[in-house]
């Protein structure tokens, strides 16, 4: 059983799993095309070959539901019989919203992962793969994050990172308390080199350049006075590299029941925070200049900036780095030869998301 199927990740994490299992109960949101047709669309989207859409289009079974509600929005008898076989459960399912709506992040991060670990119950032999995030190290911004670090119970540079600390808290708790078998995934910020379709689900990259674009009707580049450390870092990594990574920890490395494992998705470089900014030079008409703290006296653009940037911005202090034992001890910490890095990020963008500068 899989959650956020149409997810950047979970279309990357499907391919995969198709190969693995010969059915797949995906949970989806009601929606005017239906979720497989969702799915589908998606994987031609990223670049899958008809092989594994024909493959899709026979294993998956797409069932309606609703994360924020009790039992998945399921009736009783449904859920039994969903939950019959189950082999695995892998809730992908989230706001990825890196400053919504308290409400909306408590919902579906945190109450959407409880229903999904309810249904988990009433199914004995299934092991859950929850997909947290690296940045549930919160505001710890140097040193070494290492996987069986304990969770920060305050301190986060969003609301965000603090919805996906409680689901990992919750699957840490369930795990404990039945007796069964969880792991829990942390990748960094998801990329992509591809310039993906406009249907295709976003990206965190394409959200924030998306979010950018009212910056685009000035008739002048403006300079905006940028918060952050000049050596500033923040480790990104390919979705399709992130995808291959979790499925391969998940098939080859076994798990005690009562304890859960922790493992970092990260690449072995970090990109410096001066490159996402000058991404956005690239697409918008804007510079960005470092200064040691927020400036008391913004400009009418460099509010309108901060407001748009205010989930973003607390990274550029960031010099941290993430253990990556799990994948060390799996024998798949690869000699990643990926470049991230400006030029990178552009690739990415839709042929809409790029605007020369002027």
Same mark, same amino acid.
């Given at each position: ?44 989207? *990223? ?308 605007? *020369?500068?002027?």
């Amino acid at each position: 059983m899989m959650t956020g199927a149409t997810g950047f990740l979970g279309i990357h994490l499907l391919p995969h799993l198709l190969t693995r299992h010969d059915r797949i109960i995906a949970l989806g949101r009601a929606s005017p095309r239906s979720a497989k047709d969702r799915i589908l669309s998606a994987l031609e989207d *990223i670049g899958q070959p008809l092989s594994v859409r024909t493959r899709a289009d026979s294993a998956l079974i797409t069932v309606e539901a609703d994360l924020t509600l009790p039992g998945l929005g399921l009736t009783s008898s449904t859920a039994q019989h969903l939950s019959q076989g189950l082999e695995a459960i892998w809730h992908s399912a989230a706001s990825t919203a890196l400053n919504g709506r308290p409400a909306t992040l408590t919902a579906t991060n945190v109450e959407g992962t409880r229903h999904v670990l309810e249904l988990a119950s009433a199914a004995p032999s299934a092991v859950v793969h929850h997909i947290s995030t690296a940045f549930v190290a919160g505001r710890r911004r140097s040193g070494l994050m290492r996987e069986d670090d304990p969770l920060p119970a305050a301190g986060f540079e969003n609301l965000y990172e603090h919805s996906k600390s409680q689901a990992e808290h919750l699957v840490r708790d369930w795990a404990q308390r039945h007796h069964r078998i969880a792991a829990i995934y942390r990748p960094s910020v998801l990329v992509t080199d591809r310039s993906l379709a406009p249907s295709t689900p976003a990206d965190p990259v394409r959200g924030m350049v998306t979010a950018f674009r009212l910056h685009r009707n000035q008739d002048d580049r403006v300079v905006i006075r940028a918060a952050g450390a000049p050596d500033g870092r923040i480790n990104m990594i390919p979705v399709e590299q992130a995808a291959r990574l979790i499925t391969s920890l998940a098939s080859r490395q076994p798990i005690e029941p009562g304890r859960v494992r922790a493992s970092h998705i990260t690449h072995t470089t970090d990109v410096p925070f001066q490159d996402v900014l000058r991404l956005l030079e690239v697409t918008h008409p804007v510079t960005f200049t470092l200064v040691p703290q927020k400036p008391s006296d913004p400009t009418p653009a460099e509010y309108l900036s901060y407001q748009i940037m205010r989930g973003y911005l607390p990274y550029a202090f960031h010099r941290r780095s993430y253990e990556r034992a799990s994948i060390q001890t799996a024998a798949l910490d690869e000699d990643d030869a990926t470049v991230i890095d400006t030029d990178y990020l552009l690739r990415g963008l839709t042929p809409a998301h790029r605007q *020369i500068s002027r």
